[in-house]
Each structure stands twice: as C-alpha cells, then as structure tokens.
T-cell receptor, first 113, second 112 residues
Framework: DADVTQTPRNRITKTGKRIMLECSQT?????MYWYRQDPGLGLQLIYY???????NKGEISDGYSVSRQAQAKFSLSLESAIPNQTALYFC????????????FGPGTRLTVT | KQEVTQIPAALSVPEGENLVLNCSFT??????LQWFRQDPGKGLTSLLL?????REQTSGRLNASLDKSSGRSTLYIAASQPGDSATYLC???????????FGKGTKLSVKP
C-alpha cells in the first residue's frame, strides 16, 4: 500500500460547489502539506501543518481551507470552487527521521467547470 | 524574496551521455535542498535530499552537490537512459520557513 494516499484521484465539479480533497499517510510523519501545480507556474504551497494543532497558510491560501483531523489525515476544502482552481493538487508529508525529506501523494486532478 | 531557479527548462540528450541539471537559489541560509523526479501526470518522487551541512549525496547513477556560498546545486546523472526521461524539480527549505520552495523544473528527454 502507498504511504501517502489521496482521494479522489480525479474530480470534475461545477463553479460554486464545495469540494473536499483528502490525504492520509501511514509514514508516521508529523508534518503535512498541500500544494497545487499549474502548467508553467510550478508547485505552490497552499497550507501546511506541523502537528494537529498547528496550521499555517502558504503562498496561495485564498479560497482554500484545511483541517488536520488526526496526525495521519489532512484535508483541503474549496468552499466555493471557481474555474481558476482547476489544477493538480498534491499532498505531502515529512518527518524528522530523514531531515524532513518530503514524500508526495499521487495527486488529485481537479477540474472546475 | 527567496526563489529557486532551474536552467535550462528543457534538455534533450542521446542515450548514454552524462549530464548535469542546474539549480540556483537566493539566500544561502538553507535548511535542506531536495531533488525530485516527476513523470507526466504523476506525483513527485524524492531522489536526493542534501542537508545544509552536507556537500553532496549519491544514489545509484545520481549525484547531487550543494554549494551554499554560491547558491547552487547540481544533479549529475551518469550514463543516461530513456527511462530517465522526466521533469526534474529542485526545491529548497530555508531555515526561516519550514516549507519547500520549488523551481519550475527541467524537462529531460533521453533519446534512444
């Protein structure tokens, strides 16, 4: 089984809908991250969490919210989806055991029509 | 502003060549630097992580070096193979932040 899993893997939704992307990890890491990737812009950090009670905004947090339900689970919500949130979304984790090397999930391809 | 730059954006080489991918970064106060590989439409695979106290790391045919004073890292790939074709991303974590800043990547194509 994969160490970092994301659900769903693909999602098509309409403008204005609320959507949640979920991330789970079995690596025992304390840190978790959400990134989005757009062609030509590279990867940008949305939110990150160093433990269950620590949530931080990244470069592009507007229009997004997160919840760290447990050490192993970190979800990303789009409260009212808009077309320019169409992108590939990645969850990542890191832990102190390997110098905070980040490990990525397989990604969720989100399309907002 | 802390930034990571990768040049060139794309590179094509014949199979068997040794090659070097470049990464430069502003601000030498880094915590670590990480190289990733990404295949089209897929997630990122961590290749090598170099901590700020290290000068290089090796894994198989890959060798990554770090020169903080000049703000540069290189990823050396020996005896390239068509299976090495992918986008290679460099990312830096600075001490003041705790999160990675990514370059835009170098798209490598190795021709048989």
């Amino acid at each position: 089984d994969a160490d970092v899993t994301q659900t769903p893997r693909n999602r098509i939704t309409k403008t204005g809908k609320r959507i949640m992307l979920e991330c789970s990890q079995t690596k025992g890491h304390d840190r978790m991250y959400w990134y989005r990737q757009d062609p030509g812009l590279g990867l940008q950090l949305i939110y990150y969490s160093f433990d269950v009670k620590d949530i931080n905004k990244g470069e592009i947090s507007d229009g997004y919210s997160v919840s760290r339900q447990a050490q192993a689970k970190f979800s990303l919500s789009l409260e009212s989806a808009i077309p320019n949130q169409t992108a590939l979304y990645f969850c990542a984790t890191s832990g102190s055991g390997r110098g905070y090397e980040q490990y990525f999930g397989p990604g969720t391809r989100l399309t907002v029509t | 502003k802390q930034e990571v730059t990768q040049i060139p954006a794309a590179l094509s080489v014949p199979e068997g060549e040794n090659l070097v991918l470049n990464c430069s970064f502003t601000d030498s106060a880094i915590y670590n630097l990480q190289w990733f590989r990404q295949d089209p439409g897929k997630g990122l695979t961590s290749l090598l992580l170099i901590q700020s106290s290290q000068r290089e790391q090796t894994s198989g045919r890959l060798n990554a070096s770090l020169d903080k004073s000049s703000g540069r890292s290189t990823l050396y790939i020996a005896a390239s193979q068509p299976g090495d074709s992918a986008t290679y991303l460099c990312a830096v974590e600075w001490r003041s932040q705790g999160n990675l800043i990514f370059g835009k990547g170098t798209k490598l194509s190795v021709k048989p």
